[in-house]
């Protein structure tokens, strides 16, 4: 496998930010359908296992761009 070009990355970057950022809204709001109380939503953000993964792969790309 090829190494991806520094706009790659940033795309990559790009994407998986509005994604990250469209899921944390879909839980927000899901949360204030349901009427739950924000220190809940807020636990909810916190321990969802795709919003950390997604922050984790995040993290690594951002790292390997800075490197570029």
Known sequence: MSEATP???QQTIDDLNTYRNRLRNEII???KK???P???IDAS???HAEL?????ILA????QYAQE
């Open 7 to 9: 706009e790659e990355l």
């Open 29 to 31: 709001s899901i949360g």
């Open 52 to 56: 950390q993964q997604i922050e984790g």
């Open 60 to 63: 690594q790309l951002v790292s």
């Open 45 to 47: 953000l916190a321990d």
């Open 34 to 36: 349901l009427r739950m």
């Open 38 to 40: 924000q220190k809940k």
